[in-house]
């Protein structure tokens, strides 16, 4: 059955320091691949997404992620984090299911950004 | 501008008492989804619907029900609202087509059910 694992409920970093949140997923075909941002009382919106060709993707607010399908993976990158990105981050993979794409998410990552 | 809407934003109920949460999309689109969201579980589709009068359960269906009698709308129905569905709740809506996954959500609804 198709999954998604992301290993860090909880991160914290420095302003200015780099990001990466790590995300796994269990997908038997070629995956579409999502992350989202969830701001505090905000919906999710789209970061990024990697559909197929060059497996490093980039998104809104300076975010990028790389597809290694070797490791099943798809983690976030920043190079530098500002305090506005605290939020919760959620990883996605999307599946096929009776005529339908549906999107199967990973637990979340909780960003805390300290000054 | 092309948005997902939920009504209420904030909700406190009662067990047992019947409610809606309603939800609407201006961008056309077919499918439409609902979503509950919990600490440490992530999003958890409720109920999805392919199209008009078209609806399925998806992975946590019990004690809800919705219904898409128009295009741009789809309620979330709790007939009979208890304690564990004290929940952040999501309505999100997405296109059709072969590569189409992405989805467009709405504000959240914050249920609480005492």
């Known amino acids: 059955a198709q999954s998604v694992t992301q290993p860090d409920i909880h991160i914290t970093v420095s302003e200015g320091a780099s990001l990466e949140l790590r995300c796994n997923y269990s997908y038997g075909a070629t995956p579409y691949l999502f992350w989202y941002v969830q701001s505090p009382g905000q919906g999710l919106q789209l970061l990024l997404k990697?559909?197929?060709?060059?497996?490093l993707v980039q998104g809104i607010k300076g975010f990028e992620a790389e597809f290694k399908r070797s490791q099943s993976s798809f983690n976030l990158r920043k190079p530098s984090v500002h305090w506005s990105d605290a939020a919760e981050y959620f990883c996605?993979?999307?599946?096929?299911?009776?005529?339908?794409?549906?999107?199967?998410f990973g637990a979340g990552t909780r960003l805390a950004v300290h000054p | 501008e092309a948005q997902v809407t939920q009504n209420p934003r904030y909700l406190i109920t009662v067990t047992g008492k019947k409610l809606t949460v309603t939800c609407s999309q201006n961008?056309?689109?077919?499918?439409m989804s609902w979503y509950r969201q919990d600490p440490g579980l992530g999003l958890r589709q409720i109920y999805y619907?392919?199209?008009?009068?078209?609806?399925d359960k998806g992975d946590v269906p019990e004690g809800y029900k919705v219904s898409r009698k128009e295009k741009r709308n789809f309620p979330l129905i709790l007939e009979s609202p208890s304690p564990n569905q004290t929940s952040l709740y999501f309505c999100?809506?997405?296109?059709?087509?072969?590569?189409?996954?992405?989805?467009?959500f709405g504000p959240g609804t914050r249920l609480t059910v005492t």
């Open positions: 619907s392919m199209n008009v009068e078209v609806t």
């Open positions: 990697y559909f197929s060709g060059d497996t």
């Open positions: 961008m056309n689109h077919e499918y």
């Open positions: 996605a993979v999307g599946a096929r299911s009776g005529g339908y794409n549906k999107l199967i």
């Open positions: 999100a809506s997405q296109g059709a087509g072969g590569n189409s996954y992405e989805q467009y």
